[in-house]
T-cell receptor
């Protein structure tokens, strides 16, 4: 089954304690991205990746890092989380090809609370 | 600046009534247009998309949307709403060069009255 898998689904952490949210896709997609979803703001892009070792900032990259060492994985790293990073996070992927490189496939989300 | 506006934060309709969710966009060229649905505790699922051609597009679950270039709009419609349609709906745009630059609207939450 084609899917994007995020872990963990729920996470509560304390300010300053480094954490990683994993994302893996099994569709051999070139493109992947992280979004955060906040009430009234919709989804805002944090980082995206166009292929292995190719990443770039989205609209709200501050406080986040990413890496793309393998095509299937795109982890999101919070080196020193702060309460304003409390949010719902989504990973998404896109393929490459005629009319397939525009529809997003989403993970189920990670709800992060930083206290 | 590129943007997507969904003017209604939430909408309540009675089961069986018709539905229209509004979406306006600001973009340099005609973008690719999407509607996604997010059920509680779930990720986003594609309802329908418009690339070119017929401006009335059909999607899953009985939804349709109409692209109006002159109004920069892409409104979502359903003739008869079911209780299971209660969810949050996101309009989105993406450039021809790649969906990984998709921009989402703020979302409209749909409540369905029995």
């Amino acid at each position: 089954e084609a899917q994007v898998t995020q872990n963990p689904r729920y996470l509560i952490t304390v300010t300053g304690k480094k954490l990683t949210v994993t994302c893996s896709q099994n569709m051999n997609h070139e493109y992947m991205s992280w979004y955060r979803q906040d009430p009234g703001l919709g989804l805002r892009q944090i980082y995206y990746s166009m292929n292995v070792e190719v990443t770039d900032k989205g609209d709200v990259p501050e406080g986040y890092k990413v890496s793309r060492k393998e095509k299937r994985n795109f982890p999101l790293i919070l080196e020193s989380p702060s309460p304003n990073q409390t949010s719902l996070y989504f990973c998404a992927s896109w393929g490459q090809g005629a009319n397939t490189n525009t529809e997003a496939f989403f993970g189920q989300g990670t709800r992060l609370t930083v206290v | 600046a590129q943007s997507v506006t969904q003017p209604d934060i939430h909408i309540t309709v009675s089961e069986g009534a018709s539905l229209e969710l509004r979406c306006n966009y600001s973009y340099g060229a005609t973008p690719y247009l999407f509607w996604y649905v997010q059920s509680p505790g779930q990720g986003l699922q594609l309802l329908l998309k418009y690339f070119s051609g017929d401006t009335l597009v059909q999607g899953i679950k009985g939804f349709e949307a109409e692209f109006k270039r002159s109004q920069s709009s892409f409104n979502l419609r359903k003739p008869s709403v079911h209780w299971s349609d209660a969810a949050e709906y996101f309009c989105a745009v993406a450039p021809y060069t790649g969906g990984f630059k998709t921009i989402f609207g703020a979302g409209t939450r749909l409540f369905v009255k029995a």
